[in-house]
T-cell receptor
Framework: GQNIDQPTEMTATEGAIVQINCTYQ??????LFWYQQHAGEAPTFLSY??LDGLEEKGRFSSFLSRSKGYSYLLLKELQMKDSASYLC??????????WGAGTKLIIKP | TAGITQAPTSQILAAGRSMTLRCTQD?????MYWYRQDLGLGLRLIHY???????GKGEVPDGYSVSRANTDDFPLTLASAVPSQTSVYFC????????????FGNGTRLTVT
């Protein structure tokens, strides 16, 4: 079956760096997405990786290793507004999105 | 502001009743999707439409139906609601089916009693 694994919850301190991991097993691969979802709100797009390596976008970076079925989202200079759930999703060979359950990130002052 | 509008925001529905969740987008996106989000689970695709006039079944289509009469509207109907359909429902769109990021509506929180 197809599976996306990410930690359920993580805690970090304001100003610090946090890495959220995502491992996947899917039928084919056509890209990996990260979304941010604040409580009670809609998910919003953060990043997209289809080739191996690091994609940097401001304070957020996303890394992909297709051979390892692994990605991470790196958040630097954490701010209180970064408290949210972070969703990992993989597009399979049919371009269907398979979603992880999300990682709830708690930022403490 | 361009985007996706869902209605209602929340609803309490008696089991056995029918209901239509509305979704309208003004971005002229070809592809539209309905997801449900339940605690501890990833988003699950209910139905999708790659273009106006076509629809397809997702991972959890039973008990739901959709139509896509035009580009902008993609309503989701529950013919006879059951408590297991209690969930948060998100409508989403993308400008190319299967490629590119999704734009989500703000969701409808449905409770079936």
């Amino acid at each position: 079956g197809q599976n996306i694994d990410q930690p359920t919850e993580m805690t970090a301190t304001e100003g610090a760096i946090v890495q959220i991991n995502c491992t996947y097993q899917t039928s084919g691969f056509n890209g990996l997405f990260w979304y941010q979802q604040h409580a009670g709100e809609a998910p919003t797009f953060l990043s997209y990786n289809v080739l191996d390596g690091l994609e940097e976008k401001g304070r957020f970076s996303s890394f992909l290793s297709r051979s390892k079925g692994y990605s991470y989202l790196l958040l630097k200079e954490l701010q209180m507004k970064d408290s949210a759930s972070y969703l990992c999703a993989v597009q399979d060979s049919n371009y269907q999105l398979i979603w992880g359950a999300g990682t709830k990130l708690i930022i403490k002052p | 502001t361009a985007g996706i509008t869902q209605a209602p925001t929340s609803q309490i529905l008696a089991a056995g009743r029918s209901m239509t969740l509305r979704c309208t987008q003004d971005m002229r996106h070809n592809a539209m999707y309905w997801y449900r989000q339940d605690l501890g689970l990833g988003l699950r695709l209910i139905h999708y439409s790659n273009t106006a006039g076509t629809t397809g079944k997702g991972e959890v289509p039973d008990g739901y139906s959709v139509s896509r009469a035009n580009t902008d509207d993609f309503p989701l109907t529950l013919a006879s609601a059951v408590p297991s359909q209690t969930s948060v429902y998100f409508c989403a769109s993308s400008d190319s089916s299967g490629v590119g990021s999704l734009h989500f509506g703000n969701g409808t929180r449905l409770t079936v009693t």
